[in-house]
C-alpha cells in the first residue's frame, strides 16, 4: 500500500504552485491516498515487455515552414493582462 | 409541432420555401431559452444582441447554394474559445476572460457554414467532471427531471439540445464527457477518432485523449454537424491526415451482415438491471433488422478508470500549469511576491476537483514516482488499445450501454471522487484506444430517465457507427420523446 503523507502532499503542492490551507492538506492527503491505492491494481498487470502508449495515433514529428504571419497584435495579447506596463506584462518584483 | 421537432435538412427546405426566416429560428432559440434556462442553467453567457443581428444577416444573404446548417442556432461549450465572446472553462481562474482573442478551428469552421452562435454552454470546471456540479457558476439540471444532474462534462451542451434551447451543440470528450450527457439526457453525441477534429482552440485538458464532437436530436444531424467540423489543421499537428466520407452517404446503407461485438465487461455486475434490459432489447432489433452479435471480452476494461486517471491529471497538470495569472485570467488580490502570487492565483482560482487532479498528476509525473504510476498507465493504456483492435479483427462495431447507471440526484455523488470516476468506466477505455463512439438513446428507467446505447467503431470509421446508429433510431421511437418542461415543446 503506498500511502501518502502530508509532507508529501505540501512538497507536490508546492512543485504544481498550489497554495493549500492546512484543511486542504488534510483533506488532500486522505483523498489521494485513496486514489493512489485504487491505481495500485494495476500493477496486477505484468507491463514488462509492453511498450507504452503516448499518442494513439502513429505519428512522428509534425513539422511545416517557419514561416512568419500575421497573428495577434501586441495591443490584443495585452488585452486581458490583469496587470501591464509600458506594453509589457506587469508581474510583482523578483528581487527585492 | 414546434420548430425543434424537425431535423436540420427539414428546416433548411423550410428556409428555401420562405416558409420560415434565420431570425425565427434565432428567435425560436432564444424564446426557449428565456422561458427555461432558469430551471435548466445550461447557459453561462448569451449573444443574443449579435446573434440577431447575424439573423438579420443571413435572411437578406441567403442564396441557393447555402450550407446544410446555413442559419442554425447553435450553442458552444465554454471551453472551445470564441473570439470576443466569453469563454471560462467554467472556472473562476477565467472569470474576466470576457475577450478572447481567436476563434477555435471548430468556430471558424461553423462561421464559414453560417451557424448562428447563440451562447456558451456551462460545464464542470476545465471538463473534471460527470455531473455539472464542478462547475463554479452554476449545476445544470436534467431537463427530464431536475432533481438529476444532466452528466458531464458537457451537461450544458447535452441539457441545452434536449431542452429544446438550441438545434444542437458541440461538446467536448476526454473520457465520456459528450457520451455520457447525452445518454443522461437522451441525445445524440458523438466522440469522433481522436484526431479526426481539430483541437486548436479547445482549452486543454489532456491532449493525448480530448476531441470535441456534436450533438444533436438526430443521428442524421449529428452526421451533418460533424461534416462540418472534421479536417486536418496546420494549427494542431495531432489533427489527422485522412480522407473524409460523406457521412449522410453512410445512413443510407442498412445494417444486413453487421457483425457485433459485445463485450461481457460491459454488461456485469454494476450495470443496472434496466440499463442492461434496454441494451439487450436493442441488440434484438438489430437482429431483426438483419445485424449478428457476439460476446466477446476486452479483458482489461477493469484496469481503464486506473490509468485513464492517472494519465488524464499528469497531462492537465502540465496542461494548467499557463493559468498562473499573468497574460491573462485573474490574479489574487494579495499582494505578495511572484512566486506566491503565482500560488494564490491558482488557489483563489481553481475549485477543489482540478486542485485534485493537478495534485494527483504532478505527484505521479514527480521524480520516483513517473514509472511507477505515469509509465505504468501508458502500458496498460497500450493493452487496452490492443483489446480493441483484437476484437475489431472480426466485427465491425462493438455495442454496449453508454453508462451502468441513468442518471443520478444531484449530490448523490459529489462528496466521493472514486464513486464518481466509476461513473465512467464504459466511456473512459474508448478514449484510451483512440477509437470513435457515439451514444444514442434506447430506452428509458422506470423513473423516466433516459437510457443511452453506445456503438464504438474502428478508428477514423465513424461512418459505420453512424449507420448502425441510424437503422437503430429508423426502427425504434425513443428519440422522438421529449422531457416536460412546461411551455409551447411541452
Redesign the interface.
Known amino acids: 500500500m503506498a500511502d ?1 503523507s502530508k509532507e ?2 505540501k512538497h ?2 508546492n ?6 490551507t492546512d484543511e ?1 492538506v488534510e483533506k ?1 492527503t486522505k ?2 491516498g ?3 491505492n ?2 495500485e ?5 505484468d ?1 514488462e515487455n ?8 502513429d ?1 512522428k514529428n ?1 513539422m ?1 515552414k517557419d514561416e512568419p504571419r500575421d497573428w ?1 497584435s501586441k495591443e ?2 495585452l ?5 501591464q506596463k509600458d506594453g509589457q ?1 506587469r ?4 528581487l527585492d | 409541432m414546434s420548430l425543434f421537432d424537425y431535423t436540420l435538412k427539414e428546416l433548411q427546405e423550410k428556409l428555401h420555401n420562405k416558409e420560415i426566416t434565420v431570425s425565427d429560428l434565432v428567435d425560436a432559440s432564444y424564446t426557449r431559452i428565456h422561458e427555461v434556462d432558469d430551471k435548466i442553467q445550461a447557459f453561462l453567457t448569451l449573444n443574443e444582441e449579435e446573434a440577431r443581428k447575424q439573423a438579420k444577416e443571413l435572411d437578406e444573404k441567403l442564396g441557393s447554394d447555402a450550407s446544410i446548417l446555413y442559419g442554425l442556432p447553435i450553442g458552444i461549450k465554454d471551453n472551445i474559445v470564441t473570439k470576443g465572446l466569453r469563454t471560462t472553462c467554467a472556472s473562476q481562474i477565467l472569470d474576466n476572460l470576457n475577450d478572447p482573442l481567436y476563434d477555435a478551428t471548430v468556430v471558424e469552421k461553423l462561421k464559414a457554414e453560417n451557424t448562428v452562435t447563440v451562447g456558451k454552454l456551462n460545464m464542470d470546471e476545465f471538463a473534471m467532471g460527470s455531473s455539472n456540479e464542478n462547475s463554479s457558476y452554476q449545476k445544470t439540471r436534467n431537463p427530464w427531471n431536475t432533481d438529476y444532474v444532466p452528466g458531464g462534462s458537457s451537461g450544458g451542451s447535452a441539457a441545452s439540445v434536449a431542452a429544446g434551447e438550441v438545434f444542437f451543440s458541440l461538446g467536448s470528450d476526454t473520457g465520456g464527457s459528450i457520451r455520457q450527457p447525452a445518454a443522461f439526457c437522451g441525445v445524440v453525441g458523438l466522440k469522433p477518432t481522436y484526431g479526426l477534429v481539430s483541437r486548436f482552440g479547445l482549452v486543454a485538458f489532456a491532449s493525448s485523449l480530448d476531441q470535441i464532437g456534436p450533438l444533436t436530436r438526430t443521428v442524421e444531424d449529428n452526421a451533418h454537424l460533424l461534416q462540418a467540423i472534421v479536417g486536418q489543421d496546420k494549427m494542431d499537428s495531432t489533427s489527422a491526415n485522412v480522407d473524409i466520407p460523406n457521412y449522410s452517404d453512410a445512413l443510407k446503407q442498412d445494417v444486413k451482415g453487421l457483425r457485433i461485438a459485445v463485450p461481457k465487461e460491459y454488461l456485469q455486475e454494476g450495470v443496472n438491471p434496466e440499463v442492461k434490459e434496454a441494451v439487450l432489447a436493442a441488440l434484438k432489433q438489430y437482429e431483426e433488422l438483419g445485424a449478428t452479435w457476439e460476446e466477446v471480452s476486452l479483458p482489461h476494461s477493469k484496469y481503464a478508470v486506473a490509468a485513464y486517471y492517472l494519465l488524464s491529471s499528469s497531462e492537465a497538470s502540465a496542461n494548467l500549469a499557463r493559468f498562473d495569472g499573468v497574460r491573462y485570467g485573474v490574479r489574487t488580490e494579495k499582494r505578495v511576491d511572484m512566486l506566491d502570487m503565482f500560488k494564490y492565483s491558482r488557489s483563489e482560482g481553481f475549485g477543489d476537483e482540478v486542485k485534485r487532479r493537478i495534485m494527483l498528476g504532478t505527484f505521479a509525473l514527480s521524480s520516483g514516482y513517473y514509472d511507477a504510476y505515469y509509465k505504468k498507465a501508458q502500458k496498460v493504456r497500450t493493452l487496452i488499445k490492443n483489446d480493441f483492435e483484437k476484437v475489431f479483427e472480426d466485427y465491425d462495431v462493438i455495442v454496449g450501454p453508454t453508462t451502468p447507471t441513468p442518471a443520478f440526484k444531484v449530490g448523490e455523488k459529489i462528496d466521493d471522487p472514486l464513486t464518481m470516476y466509476a461513473n465512467d468506466i464504459l466511456t473512459i477505455p474508448v478514449n484510451l484506444a483512440g477509437v470513435p463512439g457515439i451514444s444514442i438513446p434506447c430506452g428509458f428507467s422506470s423513473e423516466g430517465l433516459p437510457i443511452g446505447l453506445q456503438i464504438i467503431g474502428k478508428h477514423f470509421d465513424e461512418s459505420t457507427i453512424y449507420r448502425t446508429a441510424y437503422a437503430f433510431e429508423q426502427a425504434t421511437d425513443h428519440h422522438n420523446r421529449r422531457p416536460n418542461l412546461g411551455g409551447d415543446l411541452s
Open positions: 501518502i508529501q502532499v507536490v503542492a512543485l504544481a504552485r498550489l497554495a493549500l486542504e488532500m483523498q489521494l485513496d486514489i493512489i485504487y491505481a491494481l494495476l500493477n496486477e498487470l507491463t509492453v511498450k507504452p502508449t503516448t499518442h494513439v495515433l505519428l509534425v511545416r495577434i490584443d495579447a488585452k486581458n493582462a490583469p496587470d506584462f508581474v510583482p518584483s523578483i
